[in-house]
């Protein structure tokens, strides 16, 4: 799928006239075909809505508050890195720098530190660690969760699953 970035009205207007846009479809290869018959499962995050600041009532914008300035860096580069006469290179490089900074720093932010289930502090893993290590872990039988699994910014696994008696994890 190739991005398409308006420069002006006319190419706003006109980009699709020019060019043949489709969605790409979702596929994967693998390096090595499977040991027995099966069926793959993947962990993926799904995009949002599509963004629209006309329709009533706009669409939000899904990011934590604490990166939004991630975005306003990144926005302020591209709008002073244009050929235009608000074009400011000094500015546009500080953004762009700023920008980057703020990139790696999500990349590396952790987003679950310590969690406990009914008060007993939990083991804490990521999913990916979990699939390598303990590759049972979603189909164990159900019991009081003994550890924790996260991927992302977001999502949280419980391993073993929860039975069905009161289990308190607080976040």
């Not at 308006?6 to 006109?14: F, I, K, L, V």
């Not at 980009?15 to 018959?37: E, R, W, Y």
Request: aromatic letters at 10%; hydrophobic letters at 40%; glycine letters at 6%.
């Amino acid at each position: 799928m190739t991005a398409i970035y308006a420069e002006s009205s006319w190419d706003a207007d006109e980009a699709i006239d020019i060019f043949d846009v489709h969605a790409a479809s979702l596929s994967f290869d693998t390096d090595a075909s499977p040991s027995f018959g099966g069926s793959y499962e993947l962990l993926t995050v799904e995009a949002g809505g599509a963004l629209s600041f006309t329709s009533i009532p706009p669409s939000t914008f899904t990011i934590p508050d604490d990166w939004i300035h991630v975005i306003k860096w990144g926005a302020l580069a591209d709008l002073f890195g244009r050929q235009s006469n608000a074009a400011d290179p000094l500015r546009q490089s500080y953004c762009e720098q700023r920008y980057q900074m703020g990139l790696k720093l999500l990349m590396d932010a952790p987003a679950l530190l310590a969690m406990r289930v009914n008060n007993v502090p939990t083991q804490i893993s990521s999913v990916r660690g979990a699939d390598l290590y303990n590759t049972s872990w979603e189909g164990a039988d159900q019991s009081s969760p003994r550890e924790i699994y996260h991927a992302g910014l977001n999502l949280v696994a419980l391993s073993p699953p929860p039975d069905s008696g009161v289990n308190n994890v607080p976040l």
